[in-house]
């Protein structure tokens, strides 16, 4: 409901949420949760034709500070990724989540986390 909120204050041309967007889930440790997302707003039709979501996912990028997580979750990740044609719009970065100069303020619409504050502020 957020992203949708988003999308009507922010864009006049459906269009350019149906090109994508690019996520950012940060704190992603060893789960699939990116890449999952991936998947299923990739299936944008449900079994009678009617488009589920109303926004694409351009680029997933998983960060994590920890390059054994990044690691745990490639390793776990290419084994269902062999045929997948999501696989190009996965990232995996090694980063912290409280500094990423590399990617510009505006390059980013949507950004996950499951937990990477609560650790950060206790």
Do not use: W
């Not at 299923?40 to 979501?53: A, F, L, M």
């Not at 999501?86 to 995996?92: D, E, I, R």
């Not at 409280?98 to 950060?120: E, F, V």
């Amino acid at each position: 409901l957020p992203l949708l909120s988003f999308h009507e204050k922010n864009t006049n041309n459906d269009d350019d949420f149906q090109k994508g967007v690019t996520v950012l889930e940060i704190g992603c440790g060893d789960v699939p949760m990116g890449p999952d997302l991936l998947a299923e707003v990739s299936t944008n039709k449900d079994d009678y034709g009617t488009k589920k979501h109303l926004v694409a996912i351009q680029d997933m990028i998983c960060c994590d500070y920890s390059s054994a997580c990044i690691n745990a979750l490639l390793k776990n990740t290419k084994k269902d990724e062999k045929n997948d044609k999501n696989a190009s719009k996965l990232q995996y970065v090694v980063a912290d989540a409280r500094n990423m100069p590399q990617y510009d303020n505006r390059s980013i619409h949507l950004i996950l986390d499951k937990g990477t504050l609560d650790a950060m502020l206790s």
